[in-house]
């Protein structure tokens, strides 16, 4: 077949299919002869048979477009087979992680309608225009310096403005050296719980305890050493008493997911005890401790770690917003070398872009500024929040009072099923989780995960009667009879 026709039948059947959709600009017929390593003729008969055929537009001193609407007397281009070429019977030959992945539900909540979705900041107060300077200065510098790879523990002047950060409002010095950056904190918790342990290695885990970080450890093939959580936090001593095969142990300190309890200071100190008779090591996840409405944020377990035992995990997520995706280690000075290298293998290097605007938006004081307004503002929608439930909650749930954070737990009647209770709330609008999916043994009671810090105050009434409903259905459904719904 002549070499026109083939070009004229390819592009023909692509703009068909859907692949080259209307208003497309295609390459000019210069750049797309050099390209296909044909004569520019040749290109420009086939763009002018397909523009008298109506699949073309040819604008003058614009270029050659795919038509909006391309004609429809011809029959449809079949659908190719998205599996073309693979085995269609069985899963796909892997690893024992690949396995695991193929039957775990990862994806991340993206829905653009984000009432009361857990974890979620008040996008509608971020400092856009702040951020965009800092995003326009660093563009408009010179980049020949920061175009190729960069240093694979981040950007330097990031990690300076880190330790600072850490110092004033953390109390926990420390030098920028410790500091390596992470594309946010699970990627973290990966390579974390990768260099310090093996698979078959116990991992000491708060049950409840955060559901993606507990599939990812499993994933991974590490065995999870579940530890229940009271008032004062993770209770672990009784389930490491006598045990030397734990080598590794996931903390929440600050503010404990999703039960929402701080870690005693007593407790820390016993858990730092632990780490170092042991010769085991402490992921801190320094959770939401930015947010705490009664006094300042707690100092960070790292900052009263005298034996170099505590990895600690920070991110921007919550703070800023969770597209940045930029987190960070503050190492032991021992492993500063291990996990550099190990960031340099897997990742090369972070982008340096985000990470320059975020040094000067950190540098600046725009982040320390944002953070006092976010939690000025959250009391308030706290506060809101709970005084709207008792009022409308019909007593079909009660909303525990959080001292910091970004979610309330709402606790449900005995004998009511929170999946169910959280199927129909977010198909009425209120986007919630189940404790049960935190869970691996039955909780005493059933309860919901609640966001309060992205609502606005127009959406408290309606969502939260709408959640009444919901529990109040959910409820029927166990009992078996119906019930009269919450107004």
């Known amino acids: 077949m002549p070499v026109s026709r083939q070009l004229e039948d390819q592009l023909r059947d692509l703009i068909r299919a859907g692949q080259l959709p209307g208003g497309t600009r295609l390459p000019s017929s210069r750049a797309l002869a050099a390209e296909l390593g044909v004569s520019r003729p040749t290109v420009v008969v086939v763009l002018e048979r397909l523009e008298a055929e109506g699949f073309l537009e040819m604008r003058r001193g614009a270029g050659t477009f795919v038509a909006h609407a391309p004609p429809s007397h011809l029959p449809p281009v079949p659908d190719r087979p998205a599996n073309q070429g693979a085995e269609s019977s069985g899963p796909p030959r892997s690893s024992g992680i690949g396995a695991r992945l193929l039957t775990l539900d990862a994806d991340v909540d993206v829905r653009e309608d984000r009432a009361f979705l857990p974890n979620t900041p008040a996008y509608d107060h971020f400092p856009f225009a702040l951020w965009q300077n800092c995003v326009n200065r660093q563009t408009r510098r010179a980049y020949r310096g920061n175009m190729g790879y960069a240093e694979p523990a981040g950007y330097e002047p990031l990690r300076r403005a880190i330790a600072t950060y850490l110092a004033l409002h953390r109390s926990d010095a420390c030098d920028p050296e410790q500091i390596v950056i992470t594309p946010g904190a699970h990627a973290a918790f990966m390579i974390a719980v990768q260099l310090l342990t ?116 920070g991110t921007f997520s919550k703070a800023l917003f969770p597209a940045l995706r930029v987190g960070y280690f503050v190492l032991p000075p021992a492993l500063v070398g291990m996990f550099r290298n190990a960031m340099a293998l897997v990742f090369r290097s972070m982008p340096v872009a985000p990470q320059m605007a975020l040094a000067d938006f950190i540098a600046d004081g725009h982040f320390a500024s944002h953070l006092r307004r976010m939690r000025e503002l959250y009391t308030e929608r706290r506060a809101r929040f709970i005084e709207v439930a008792e009022q409308v909650s019909g007593g079909l749930y009660r909303v525990e009072r959080p001292d910091s954070g970004m979610n309330v737990v709402a606790w449900l009647p005995e004998g009511c099923d929170d999946r169910e209770a959280s199927r129909r709330g977010v198909a009425a609008g209120v986007h919630c989780y189940p404790l049960s999916d935190y869970a691996v043994k039955p909780l005493p009671r059933p309860g919901l995960l609640i966001g309060f810090t992205g609502v606005a105050q127009h959406q408290l009434a309606p969502g939260l009667q709408r959640l009444g409903v919901a529990v109040s259905a959910a409820l029927a459904t166990h009992e078996g009879h119906p019930r009269r719904p919450a107004t």
């Open 198 to 313: 093996d698979p078959g290695d116990g991992l000491l885990f708060e049950d409840p305890g955060p559901f993606i970080a507990r599939h990812l450890f499993e994933t991974l093939g590490r065995r999870l050493v579940h530890v229940p959580v009271d008032d004062d936090g993770m209770d672990f001593e009784a389930t490491v008493a006598g045990t030397r095969d734990v080598r590794l142990a996931f903390a929440m300190p600050s503010r404990q997911h999703p039960l929402g309890r701080t870690l005693s200071v007593p407790r820390r100190q016993r858990l730092l005890d632990w780490a170092r008779a042991n010769d085991a090591w402490i992921i801190e996840d320094d959770y939401d401790s930015e947010f705490r409405y009664t006094g300042r944020p707690l100092p960070s377990m790292r900052s009263i770690d005298g034996g170099g035992r505590t990895i600690y995990v």
